[in-house]
């Protein structure tokens, strides 16, 4: 959902103070970035080790979720873990949606994908790093191809948003792209590491949400 959708403004809106999570849930806070027209270019930073983007052009389910899993499980991301096969099948064959994979000497770094489905703008889907390559310029090359790529369309707005699940640098790197916040929101979701969809041991650094009432 975008958050400029207008069934955003029909959601609760919270209220000063504490509120308690569900058992078995967790509660995060969601930065919304956007910009309006297209950066000017970074210089180029020297690579550790030759970079490659390649556009998967019929995605294969699983080899797109073991990716997706690669790179987002410290961060508990799970969205596309818990999708339906033909629901995400239906996203990433649109030709309004392309999927990247960043890949290195070796083996597959990092995940991009820019959506298009809404007219004029390009939301900034999933963008991510294996955990090995994060500090070596990797990002800074992945974020230049991805905003060369969005703003080649006739888009007026690219966004993207966050969460205090990410890596805790991801809202001051995204600024430095070019991108402003401008909303937050408060979002609950089951642990995935409780249903299953990632291993227990996943994001250390997030306590499992297994509280006993």
């Known amino acids: 959902m975008l958050p400029s959708d ?26 919304c970035l956007e910009m309006r027209e ?17 556009r998967m052009e019929e995605p294969d389910i699983a080899a797109y979720r073991a990716l997706f899993r690669a790179v987002g499980q410290d961060w ?8 339906a096969d033909d629901k995400l099948r239906d996203i990433l064959e649109s030709p309004e949606v392309e999927v990247y994979t960043l890949s290195g000497t070796h083996r597959k770094l990092g995940l991009l ?28 090359f992945l974020m230049d191809e991805a905003l060369r790529r969005a703003w080649a369309k006739p888009i007026e707005r690219l966004w993207v948003h966050t969460c205090t699940l990410d890596h805790p640098a991801a809202v001051d790197f995204y600024r430095r792209s070019g ?26 650094h997030v306590p499992l949400a297994d509280f006993k009432a």
């Open 6 to 31: 207008p069934a955003l403004l029909m959601m609760p809106t919270l209220s000063p103070g504490y509120a308690s999570v569900p058992a078995g849930m967790l509660a995060n806070v969601v930065t």
């Open 38 to 54: 297209k950066p000017r270019p970074r210089a180029a930073r020297p690579m550790e080790q030759p970079l490659t983007l390649t």
């Open 76 to 83: 508990l991301w799970c969205s596309r873990l818990l999708m």
């Open 113 to 140: 994908e820019l959506d298009f489905r809404q007219k004029g703008e390009c939301e900034l889907a999933f963008f991510g790093l294996v955990p090995e390559a994060i500090g070596q310029g990797a990002g800074r």
């Open 179 to 204: 991108f402003q916040p401008y909303q937050f929101m408060v979002e609950l979701q089951p642990d995935p590491r409780l249903t299953g969809h990632l291993p227990r041991e996943a994001a250390p």
